[in-house]
């Protein structure tokens, strides 16, 4: 037996210290053999002799770990992903594929996998959350297990990443789903009415107060979000913190304590050690309200997920608009992806809203985004993609094609430079007009 043998064996024998699921697949992407700890998923005889995509119908030849090992030769770990079988579950995957490699060619492959049952309610603020990158799978793990404890939660993350998603999803997956979801933005309120809003008020506490319950009250039951919670003033986070503490409140001008049972979930969207510094977070407030934290990945720092993102803003688009716009080209794919957007989903969302009403197509095209990313910034996110190496001159070799296909690769990389089509204009030393002409005959 060669060390290449041992060294496969060895990766095996790994992938079984810790799984719910061990799968050999054959070449043809059949499985040979399945052992599972946990019967309570896949029932004994129902996979074997089945190809994967049988089993699992949401993936396809590119998306599946397991036929692309047979395909490429190469094992992959720990990829995250969320599928649906064939029994019409969705289900969280973590899988670890190697390809069993004899005489050169690829025979088999040993897939493990740690997985479990997503929640089957439909609506779920859980579902609205679509990501591809490994943090944004993690958060929606890491939601699923917060959801079921009642501590509270605070929240980071830049504007327009998400937080008060987060915060529903919390509420919707947990024990209070059935509860009020109450949300606050206390940076949108005059601090000195925020603390009649906050705690309730009765009538003649102050000209013009009439009876009426504090957010404590309404959310009683349920889940109250904070949103920048930073903006508050240090006396009524003093106020707040009290409240928190004691699980009571007092109406402005009333005598009596009243009870509240409310999960509490808060977000800043600043660094909140920085507000802390800086005095506009108090330092126990802070750590009664992050008994959990949680951080929110800015869209720029994960832009694997912007195509699922632009679907799913598409589909949300057509339904709500009446429309059947069937996606976007790949030239304005490329413009989305290449973007750093300063405004995270939330631009983004907008962006493709915008699109809407400028589209008189099927595609959303790069004329229809493009203002509107001309007016949303300048940067740019990542480097231009690596050009191909010049194919050497063979019989055959037609210089104008050649030409043209260099040309093809000078204007997506000024696209990747930039941000809109005139910046890239100027880049390449030509016209915003005769550059879309050839964007035109290239791409679209």
């Given at each position: 037996?060669?060390?290449?043998?041992?060294?496969?064996?060895?990766?095996?024998?790994?992938?079984?210290?810790?799984t719910?699921?061990?799968?050999?697949?054959?070449?043809?992407?059949?499985?040979?053999?399945?052992?599972?700890?946990?019967?309570?998923?896949?029932?004994?005889?129902?996979?074997?002799?089945?190809?994967?995509?049988?089993?699992?119908?949401?993936?396809?030849?590119?998306?599946?770990?397991?036929?692309?090992?047979?395909?490429t030769?190469?094992?992959?770990?720990?990829?995250?992903?969320?599928?649906?079988?064939?029994?019409g579950?969705?289900?969280?995957?973590?899988?670890?594929?190697?390809?069993?490699?004899?005489n050169?060619?690829?025979?088999c492959?040993?897939?493990?996998?740690?997985?479990?049952?997503?929640?089957?309610?439909?609506?779920?603020?859980?579902?609205?959350i679509?990501?591809?990158?490994?943090?944004m799978?993690?958060?929606?793990?890491?939601?699923?297990?917060?959801?079921?404890?009642?501590?509270?939660?605070?929240?980071?993350?830049?504007?327009?990443?998400?937080k008060?998603l987060?915060?529903?999803?919390?509420?919707?997956?947990?024990?209070?789903?059935?509860?009020?979801?109450?949300?606050?933005?206390?940076?949108?309120i005059?601090?000195?009415?925020?603390?009649?809003?906050?705690?309730?008020?009765?009538?003649?506490?102050?000209?013009?107060?009439?009876?009426?319950?504090?957010?404590?009250?309404?959310?009683?039951?349920?889940?109250?979000?904070l949103?920048?919670?930073?903006?508050?003033?240090?006396?009524?986070?003093?106020?707040?913190?009290?409240?928190?503490e004691?699980?009571?409140?007092?109406h402005?001008?009333?005598?009596?304590?009243?009870?509240?049972d409310?999960?509490?979930?808060?977000?800043?969207?600043?660094?909140?050690?920085?507000?802390?510094?800086?005095?506009?977070?108090?330092?126990?407030?802070?750590?009664?309200?992050?008994?959990?934290?949680?951080?929110?990945?800015?869209?720029?720092?994960?832009?694997?997920?912007?195509?699922?993102?632009?679907?799913?803003?598409?589909?949300?688009?057509?339904?709500?608009?009446?429309?059947?716009?069937?996606?976007?080209?790949?030239?304005?794919?490329?413009?989305?992806?290449?973007?750093?957007w300063?405004?995270?989903?939330?631009?983004?969302?907008?962006?493709?809203?915008?699109?809407?009403?400028?589209?008189?197509?099927?595609l959303?095209?790069?004329?229809?985004?493009?203002?509107?990313?001309?007016?949303?910034?300048?940067r740019?996110?990542?480097?231009?993609p690596?050009?191909?190496?010049?194919?050497?001159?063979?019989?055959?070799f037609?210089?104008?094609?050649?030409?043209?296909?260099?040309?093809?690769?000078?204007?997506?990389?000024?696209?990747?430079?930039?941000?809109?089509?005139?910046?890239?204009?100027?880049?390449?030393?030509?016209?915003?007009?005769?550059?879309?002409?050839?964007m035109q005959?290239?791409?679209?």
């Amino acid at each position: 037996m060669g060390e290449r043998d041992l060294a496969q064996i060895a990766s095996i024998l790994q992938l079984c210290e810790d799984t719910d699921s061990i799968l050999v697949v054959n070449k043809s992407g059949i499985v040979e053999y399945h052992k599972m700890p946990r019967q309570d998923y896949w029932k004994a005889g129902e996979t074997v002799g089945r190809h994967i995509l049988d089993l699992y119908p949401s993936l396809t030849e590119e998306t599946s770990t397991i036929l692309q090992a047979l395909r490429t030769g190469q094992a992959t770990y720990d990829i995250c992903q969320e599928i649906t079988n064939s029994r019409g579950e969705r289900v969280g995957l973590t899988s670890d594929t190697v390809p069993i490699i004899s005489n050169g060619r690829v025979e088999c492959v040993v897939d493990s996998s740690r997985f479990y049952l997503l929640d089957q309610r439909a609506g779920t603020k859980l579902d609205n959350i679509v990501p591809r990158a490994p943090a944004m799978l993690a958060l929606k793990r890491r939601i699923r297990d917060l959801a079921k404890t009642d501590s509270a939660v605070l929240i980071y993350g830049e504007t327009g990443t998400g937080k008060e998603l987060v915060a529903e999803s919390l509420h919707s997956e947990g024990a209070r789903t059935k509860g009020p979801f109450i949300s606050q933005n206390c940076a949108a309120i005059p601090g000195n009415l925020l603390e009649g809003i906050f705690f309730g008020t009765e009538k003649g506490s102050y000209t013009g107060a009439i009876n009426r319950k504090g957010l404590f009250e309404q959310a009683d039951g349920g889940t109250l979000f904070l949103d920048e919670v930073n903006s508050m003033e240090p006396g009524l986070q003093v106020k707040l913190l009290k409240a928190l503490e004691e699980k009571k409140i007092r109406h402005l001008g009333g005598s009596q304590d009243i009870s509240f049972d409310a999960r509490i979930i808060a977000a800043v969207n600043e660094d909140p050690l920085k507000l802390i510094e800086e005095g506009r977070l108090r330092q126990d407030l802070y750590y009664r309200l992050g008994v959990i934290r949680l951080n929110l990945p800015p869209l720029r720092e994960r832009m694997e997920d912007v195509p699922l993102l632009t679907k799913y803003f598409i589909d949300r688009y057509n339904t709500a608009l009446q429309r059947d716009i069937q996606g976007v080209s790949e030239l304005a794919l490329h413009l989305l992806e290449q973007y750093s957007w300063p405004g995270n989903v939330r631009e983004l969302q907008n962006v493709i809203e915008g699109a809407f009403s400028a589209t008189r197509s099927q595609l959303l095209r790069v004329n229809d985004i493009e203002e509107i990313l001309e007016s949303g910034g300048t940067r740019s996110a990542g480097s231009p993609p690596a050009e191909k190496a010049v194919p050497p001159i063979e019989e055959g070799f037609i210089l104008s094609k050649e030409i043209e296909r260099y040309e093809q690769s000078l204007i997506r990389q000024a696209l990747a430079q930039t941000t809109s089509i005139s910046q890239a204009a100027r880049l390449l030393g030509t016209s915003r007009q005769n550059l879309k002409h050839k964007m035109q005959k290239y791409f679209l």
